[in-house]
T-cell receptor, first 109, second 113 residues
């Protein structure tokens, strides 16, 4: 599984969009890009995943660069409940998830 | 769908004691995973099952750790002769084979004194 690089922390104002970047320059053609988030004192929560095309769901959008070496998780309107650690993961299979340290997102009221 | 449940939520034990944790996955999920998470770190993979078969074990899973999923439903994780370094959050997740996303339980926080 490819290594990912994310900023350690980010801040956002409430009700503004948040763009969380992730670099995965060694990603292979069959690696999927997954995002999970972990709220304080909870287990991780699946957010979204994609392969090549941009993806949208009720929680977020995933924008994948054309060369697939980077991606961005977009939260369209940050709320206080979105304060969490966000993990970007690349996976060649549907097996274990290899977590890095993630990005700690703070949302300012 | 009640989600993944784990019991107990908290466990305090003395060094050298054995502990056992239970995970109940989402009912139709045939894959079950165990992870360990220490403070400030992302979760680390320990092992996973497909139905009752244990298909992969991490090098983190020392001989003192054993996991079972006897009927392909719930799973147990046992730690024998606990050490202070075993203090962590133990997370369980489940998924459907072929599905990308895993669903995590709330975890069991183990404190070894």
């Amino acid at each position: 599984d490819a290594k990912t690089t994310q900023p350690n922390s980010m801040e956002s104002n409430e009700e503004e969009p948040v763009h969380l970047p992730c670099n995965h320059s060694t990603i292979s053609g069959t690696d999927y890009i997954h995002w999970y988030r972990q709220l304080p004192s909870q287990g991780p929560e699946y957010v979204i995943h994609g392969l090549t095309s941009n993806v949208n769901n009720r929680m977020a959008s995933l924008a994948i660069a054309e060369d697939r070496k980077s991606s961005t998780l977009i939260l369209h309107r940050a709320t206080l409940r979105d304060a969490a650690v966000y993990y970007c993961i690349t996976k060649t299979s549907y097996d274990k998830v290899i977590f890095g340290p993630g990005t700690s997102l703070s949302v300012i009221p | 769908d009640t989600g993944v449940s784990q019991n107990p939520r908290h466990k305090i034990t003395k060094r050298g004691q054995n502990v056992t944790f239970r995970c109940d996955p989402i009912s139709e999920h045939n894959r079950l995973y165990w992870y360990r998470q220490t403070l400030g770190q992302g979760p680390e993979f320990l092992t996973y099952f497909q139905n009752e078969a244990q298909l992969e074990k991490s090098r983190l899973l020392s001989d003192r750790f054993s996991a079972e999923r006897p009927k392909g439903s719930f799973s147990t994780l046992e730690i024998q002769r606990t050490e202070q370094g075993d203090s962590a959050m133990y997370l369980c997740a489940s998924s459907l084979q072929g599905a990308g996303e895993q669903y995590f339980g709330p975890g069991t926080r183990l404190t070894v004194t």
